[in-house]
Each structure stands twice: as C-alpha cells, then as structure tokens.
Nanobody, 124 residues
Framework: QVELVESGGGLVQAGGSLRLSCVAS????????MAWFRQAPGKEREIVATINSIGVSTYYADSVKDRFTIFRSNLPTTLYLHMNNLEPEDTAVYYCAASRRTTPRLGDREYDYWGQGTQVTVSS
C-alpha cells in the first residue's frame, strides 16, 4: 500500500510560481511511475505531467509545456511540480498519483494510488 500526501497549493497572481510536493510512503514507492493530474470545476480530471520510476523520462500536457517541471527524489520518494508563469486557466485541484508500472501512462485509470489533492488558485 502507498499513501500520497500533497502540499504546496495556494493562491497566486497570474505570472507567479508555485511548487507542489507529494510525499509517498511505502517500501516500493520508489519503483513506481508517478504523475500529476488536475481537475477544474465542472471539468474532467486531466493529465498534467508524468515521470518514470527513475526520473529520466517525462511527459507534459501541451497546456503546461515550457511552464511546468516535474521531478522526483527518492528516500523518501517525493514528487514535485514546479509551476512557473501561472495562468488563471491553471486553477484546479492538483492530484499526485502513483502507478505500479515503472513507465507512466496518460490515463487516470492506469494509476493505483492517489493523494487527497491540493487547491491551486490563480487570480488574474
């Protein structure tokens, strides 16, 4: 079993930056692919970024490419999302997710563990 706990959300003005963190507990969590998803009010949950188990392969949604950076560290396994040049359209609840696969997938059904979510609000 893996528990994911996010932190770092908040209110920021457009153009600002935030860093989200997600600490994973569980003895095998360092071998899991991980990802950030987000869900805005009235919209479906969408992929933001993924990273493989060893942190060398990443994927970004087009909407966040060149603005967001996903990275991870191990011992303990911690997933990060550094968000620059935030836009009001980035306002959402952000979720950390982990997959028992070492290579990440893009669909939320491919992930086995989820954090509770952290709110990010970007004001214009």
């Amino acid at each position: 079993q893996v528990e994911l706990v996010e932190s770092g959300g908040g209110l920021v003005q457009a153009g600002g930056s935030l860093r989200l963190s997600c600490v994973a507990s569980g003895s095998t969590s360092s071998t899991y692919a991980m990802a950030w998803f987000r869900q805005a009010p009235g919209k479906e949950r969408e992929i933001v970024a993924t990273i493989n188990s060893i942190g060398v392969s990443t994927y970004y949604a087009d909407s966040v490419k060149d603005r967001f950076t996903i990275f991870r560290s191990n011992l303990p396994t911690t997933l990060y999302l550094h968000m620059n040049n935030l836009e009001p359209e980035d306002t959402a609840v952000y979720y950390c997710a982990a997959s028992r696969r070492t290579t990440p997938r893009l669909g939320d059904r491919e992930y086995d563990y989820w954090g509770q979510g952290t709110q990010v609000t970007v004001s214009s």
